[in-house]
């Protein structure tokens, strides 16, 4: 027969364990006082008045591991409670948004979250000079006819030997002339908005002011001056002439380098879509080695010993070499500034807010034949 363990017998045991702590003590034997004159008369807390407490209590008394525990026999036990005291108002936090007792944490000093920005490169290509004029001239060399020889040789005019004429050469000029561009654009927003939402003035500036950064970048390579736009690179550099029937990417760009050098240029860039440059970087050579070296290398983006500028804005399957120092340069008249007014229409008793981003800019382009542009692809 099992033997009974009273609860005079647990309290004394509890009391003999820990008899140091006495506070703890005197808690533990007025919680138990509680729960006998519960179980006294609701066996398993039926009611009111504490009932969880003493179905608990009675649970842990009832349990071979009480006890053991009373008896010394273990250091510890375990008691499987009844489900329904797990799920008898039990307060938790409510799921997703409208959580009435826990602030949510609003990140407001990380900003509003945005897709990710293109890195821009052309711009940097070029130098950057500040202009006050909203048109920038520059007489250009449109034509030079080089008689250099020796005095009375061949070719003389006259004759052969000294005291004969000299050979005359020729050159003629033009006026190039190059309008500065506005790139625009702006957003709305109500008044209220911006006063109750701080970070939302600093979003919509960077954003704008990027936006206007991107266009400015794209029509640098692919506008072609019609109504009223930039000249972009890409309509005023020379066609690629040289190459070879299925010849290679990289035989394409070496020999578009090669067609700026034959003109007494000096390529200084390769302008290419980030796909067409991984396109590059994947070739292998016959031992199934990467052309262009080791893939953990961190190395700097190089073709023929000249930079790569890899960009979203170049067509894909399209390249551009340049001699960007003798292709041009890039006029400032206003760098990106940010407006705001509510002096719009009827605006101001709408309570409306515009906000405008705005750059004057130019990209001179003095030598045209300094960039080569054509196909990856080239079959000529």
Same mark, same amino acid.
């Given at each position: ?9 647990? $309290? ?6 820990? *008899?140091?702590?006495?506070?703890? @003590? #005197? !808690? %533990?034997? +007025?919680?138990? =006082?509680?729960?006998?004159?519960? $179980? ?6 039926? *009611?009111?008045?504490?009932?969880? @407490? #003493? !179905? %608990?209590? +009675?649970?842990? =008394? ?319």
């Amino acid at each position: 027969m099992t033997e009974q363990v009273t609860m005079t017998e647990i $309290k004394s045991a509890v009391e003999s364990a820990f *008899g140091k702590h006495a506070d703890q @003590i #005197a !808690e %533990l034997k +007025a919680r138990m =006082l509680d729960v006998e004159q519960s $179980k006294a008369h609701r066996p398993y807390g039926g *009611g009111s008045g504490g009932g969880g @407490i #003493a !179905e %608990l209590a +009675a649970a842990i =008394l009832e349990s071979g591991g009480a006890t053991a525990f009373a008896q010394k026999s273990t250091p510890s036990f375990s008691v499987e409670v009844p489900t329904r005291l797990l799920t008898k108002n039990t307060i938790i936090n409510a799921s997703g948004s409208g959580q009435p007792l826990v602030a949510s944490d609003r990140a407001d000093a990380r900003g509003v979250v945005f897709a990710p920005q293109r890195r821009l490169t052309v711009r940097g290509l070029f130098e950057q000079i500040p202009t006050d004029s909203n048109l920038i001239e520059r007489p250009a060399e449109s034509a030079f006819t080089n008689n250099a020889t020796e005095q009375g040789g061949p070719t003389s005019p006259v004759g052969n030997g000294e005291g004969e004429l000299k050979a005359e050469s020729a050159m003629t000029f033009t006026l190039q002339q190059t309008p500065v561009v506005t790139i625009s654009h702006f957003i709305v927003a109500s008044r209220q908005i911006l006063s109750d939402a701080p970070l939302l003035q600093r979003h919509l500036e960077q954003r704008l002011t990027y936006g206007l950064n991107l266009k400015e970048e794209t029509a640098m390579l692919t506008d072609t001056g019609s109504a009223g736009n930039m000249i972009g690179i890409i309509a005023k550099a020379a066609a690629f002439t040289g190459g070879a029937t299925n010849q290679t990417a990289l035989d394409t760009l070496a020999k578009a380098a090669n067609q700026l050098a034959v003109g007494n240029y000096e390529p200084s860039a390769f302008i290419l879509h980030p796909t067409d440059w991984l396109a590059c970087q994947l070739q292998k050579d016959s031992t199934g080695q990467y052309i262009l070296g080791d893939p953990g290398a961190a190395t700097t983006p190089m073709l023929w010993g000249r930079p790569v500028v890899a960009t979203p804005s170049m067509t894909q399957g399209q390249f551009v070499c340049i001699d960007a120092q003798r292709y041009g340069y890039i006029a400032d008249r206003e760098v990106a500034t940010v407006r705001i007014s509510e002096n719009v229409a009827d605006a101001f008793l709408r309570n409306l807010i515009h906000v405008l981003v705005e750059s004057r800019v130019a990209l001179v382009t003095e030598l045209g034949a300094a960039a080569v542009t054509g196909s990856l692809n080239y079959s000529g």
